[in-house]
């Protein structure tokens, strides 16, 4: 399968999430999402993904994206968060577990459907 990972850095966790998926066989592109939606539109028209993936992303993906395309967001945080921040709570609150937690990308931040 051809996924594009579209995130807002490439941090350890988008590293890992691009590591996995080329392990079991998948071709992967990267795109930096930095707040340009036409650049955005035009790496998913370059990359023409099977699948979004977005293990760590700070901005929207543009609706005209996720309405055509299957985009899951990685969101790291206790089991079930889905807000912003989840990691900085975790921490706070010295939370002994957290999980990873993958939605579909909609509308509004962090409220779609759960995958996994």
Sequence with gaps: ????LVAS??????QRVLTELQDRGHTVG???ALGNDDALRDA????APQLIV???LTTAIPEDIWTAHTCL?????PPGDRGPSSLDRTLRDGAES???TVLAAVAEM???????
Excluded: Y
Aim: proline residues 6%.
């Design 98 to 100: 957290w999980g990873v």
């Design 9 to 14: 850095a490439f941090n350890s966790l988008t």
């Design 30 to 32: 990267v795109e930096l």
């Design 1 to 4: 399968m051809h996924i594009l």
């Design 44 to 47: 998913v028209r370059l990359h």
């Design 54 to 56: 977005a293990p760590m």
């Design 110 to 116: 962090d409220a779609g459907d759960v995958w996994a």
């Design 73 to 77: 967001i990685v969101h790291p945080g």
